[in-house]
């Protein structure tokens, strides 16, 4: 029997709102092990001159807890 658990992290990018769930995953891995999907929660974007500065989004990130 496997046992997942959910954390929450903000990530951001000036890119796109995919590049911004790249980048999440990409650090949450660097600390959190068996990462096995993403849950975006909230999307929100900072506006600047009329147009999108930067996204920033929420995400939940489901791993298998190690045996």
């Given at each position: ?15 796109s709102m995919e590049d911004a769930v790249k980048s999440g995953i990409e650090r ?16 929100k974007a900072t506006i600047k001159n ?18």
């Amino acid at each position: 029997m496997s046992i997942a658990k959910v954390t929450e992290v903000i990530s951001s990018s000036t890119v796109s709102m995919e590049d911004a769930v790249k980048s999440g995953i990409e650090r949450a891995s660097k600390t959190i092990e068996g990462i096995s999907g993403v849950w975006v929660k909230d999307t929100k974007a900072t506006i600047k001159n009329n147009k999108i500065e930067e996204w920033r989004l929420t995400l939940a990130i489901t791993f298998v807890l190690n045996d």
